[in-house]
């Protein structure tokens, strides 16, 4: 692969990031479709892809033939759900926001068992523990209580970083090839 070649996927790697964030911080929902459904058809194909070589090894590899043949079908099935069902997948993430929020809220007070078993055994700096503890116990019910607005937050710091993350590539890119 020559310079130019490489160059140029850097560049639309670049592109396609910042344009990512833009797209997260002004329209997240229909960001979330569009990469549902990307997501879906890179899964079809893939899926096509498995099945034809599953295919193509069914006298030399019976169990890798089943494998693949299984894995292939069971991509297909997920692309086309993703496909199909995008904007109902969408509305559900505010459901994975709330599962979300109670997991932190009892990894938070799993935190707090372990802060009190470290303080039993007179570890130092123990009172880390707690901190994290009851961050995490805090963050878990906000969530919980409000995973719209989680969601949106989330977005937004998403869309931030994909921005940022892109200038820094940028730049990462033209200080290497060109100075």
């Known amino acids: ?28 929902a229909d960001f979330s479709n569009s990469a549902i459904v990307v997501y879906g058809i890179v899964m079809l194909l893939t899926g096509a892809v498995m099945l034809f ?23 297909i099935l997920l ?17 994975f926001a709330v599962a979300f929020g109670v997991i932190m809220f009892f990894t938070g007070i799993d935190k707090l068992g372990n802060y009190f078993i470290i303080k039993a055994k007179g570890l130092p700096h123990h009172w880390i523990w707690m901190v994290g503890a009851v961050l995490t116990i805090i963050l878990g019910v906000v969530i919980m209580l409000n995973p719209f607005t989680s969601l949106d937050v989330a977005f937004t710091y ?9 200038v820094v590539d940028l730049f990462t890119f033209i200080f290497s090839f060109f100075f």
């Open 53 to 75: 070589f599953s295919l193509s090894m069914k006298e030399q590899f019976p169990l890798s033939y089943k494998v693949g043949l299984g894995l292939g079908i069971l991509n």
């Open 79 to 95: 692309g086309l759900l993703c496909v199909i069902l995008s904007d109902k997948i969408v509305s559900i993430f505010p459901v």
């Open 1 to 28: 692969m020559n310079k130019f070649t490489r160059c140029l996927a850097i560049i639309i790697f670049i592109f396609f990031e910042v344009y990512a964030g833009i797209r997260l911080l002004t329209s997240p």
């Open 158 to 166: 998403a869309g931030y970083f994909l921005i940022i993350s892109g």
